[in-house]
Structures are given as C-alpha cells and as structure tokens.
C-alpha cells in the first residue's frame, strides 16, 4: 500500500460547481496534513493546511480531516477555471531520523470547464 | 516577504556532464529540501538539511548526487555524470519548523539529452 493515495483523475467539473478531492494516508498516527496546488509547469504552492479531526475552512477551500478512517480531503466550491491544477496531498513521516519529511501523494488533476 | 530563489530556472545538458542548482531559502527558515519531481509523479525527496547538517538523504543517488549547505543558508545540489533518468524538476523548499509547511521555489528543469 502507497503510504499516500490520491485518484490521478482527470477530475471535471463544470463552473461554479463544488470539486472535491481525495487523500487517503496508511500512517495511523499521521497529526499533520497538507494540500499543494501546482499548475502546468509551476512549482507546488502551499494552501492548505490542517492537523485536528473535523472541517477547516480558507475562502472557497475546506479541507476536512478524518483521522479514524485515514482520509483527507479537499473541497473547492464555486469552482473557477482558473482552479484547474493538479492538488497534491502530501503527509510527514513521523518516527525518529525520519525529519518530518513529506510524503507526497501522485496528485490529482482537475480541469473546470467554463 | 521574498519566496524561496532557485537557479537556473532551466539547464539542458548531455549525459555524462554535471550540472549544479542553486537555492536560497526563505529568511529564517532552518529547514532546506531537494525534490526531484519527474512529470506525473509527486515530488520525491533526495536530500532535507536542519541548519547545515544532513537530516535525510536516504533518497539521493549518491553516486552521481551531492548536496551542501555549508553556512547554513544556501544550498547546492549537484549531479555527476548526468543520466538521462534525470530529466526532472528539481525543486527546493523550506520550512520554519521541522515538519511543517514547506515552501516551494519555482524549481529548475533539467533536461539530459
């Protein structure tokens, strides 16, 4: 099992509709979990961030944290074209000599359609 | 507040030759990283830095890869010879705090012909 796993997609969804994005992470004592956007030849940019069970909301992005069941993920409502990116989720490895690196998921892209 | 520079932005070069990419962190971030991310694929660590000592680089080839942080601050990252499976991204990040948010540079993209 992938320690990060993320649908590659393509996921479309029409402007002005709600997208939604899914993590799922094998380390059970996971505390801390990130969401990157990278569009077409850019760097990941970091925008969002959440480490306690339930729903966190940034403007028109809300991750939503369920650590029971291991899964992450990422809404986008009234979804714009320029949303269209790939989302990577990304999760640091906990354990000694470990340093906190960052798994990072495949990533899923997402195309809005105007 | 100035992101995370790299450079160059782009470099092609033929197998066998070296090549080295530099990074600046953002100021007072104590954490460096490398990734090197091939298209389709997440970003894959090679090598994080705490300050100027090596954290991890369980991930670098460190046959043909090496990476320094001398003082703390910049870092470079260098592949000696190149080979064609090194065509990638290269990016550098950092972060304030040991496993937290990390910010990305624009990246480098290297291409070995």
């Known amino acids: 099992q992938k320690e990060v796993e993320q649908n590659s997609g393509p996921l479309s969804v029409p402007e002005g509709a709600i997208a939604s994005l899914n993590c799922t992470y094998s380390?059970?004592?996971?505390?801390?979990f990130f969401w990157y956007r990278q569009y077409s030849g850019k760097s990941p940019e970091l925008i969002m961030s959440i480490y306690s069970n339930g729903d966190k909301e940034d403007g028109r992005f809300t991750a939503q944290l369920n650590k029971a069941s291991q899964y992450v993920s990422l809404l986008i409502r009234d979804s714009q074209p320029s949303d269209s990116a790939t989302y990577l989720c990304?999760?640091?490895?906990?354990?000694?000599?470990?340093?906190?690196?960052?798994?990072f998921g495949q990533g899923t892209e997402l195309s809005v359609k105007p | 507040e100035a992101g995370v520079a790299q450079s160059p932005r782009y470099k092609i070069i033929e197998k066998r030759q070296s090549v080295a990419f530099w990074c600046n962190p953002i100021?007072?971030?104590?954490?460096l990283y490398w990734y090197q991310q091939i298209l389709g694929q997440g970003p894959k660590l090679l090598i994080q830095f705490q300050n100027n000592g090596v954290v991890d680089d369980s991930q670098l080839p460190k046959d043909r890869f090496s990476a320094e942080r001398l003082k703390g601050v910049d870092s470079t990252l260098k592949i000696q010879p190149a080979k064609l499976e090194d065509s990638a991204v290269y990016l550098c990040a950092s972060s304030l705090v040991l496993g937290y948010e990390q910010y990305f540079g624009p990246g480098t993209r290297l291409t070995v012909t």
């Open positions: 380390d059970r004592g996971s505390q801390s």
């Open positions: 990304a999760v640091p490895l906990r354990g000694p000599n470990q340093g906190g690196k960052l798994i």
């Open positions: 100021s007072g971030h104590a954490t």
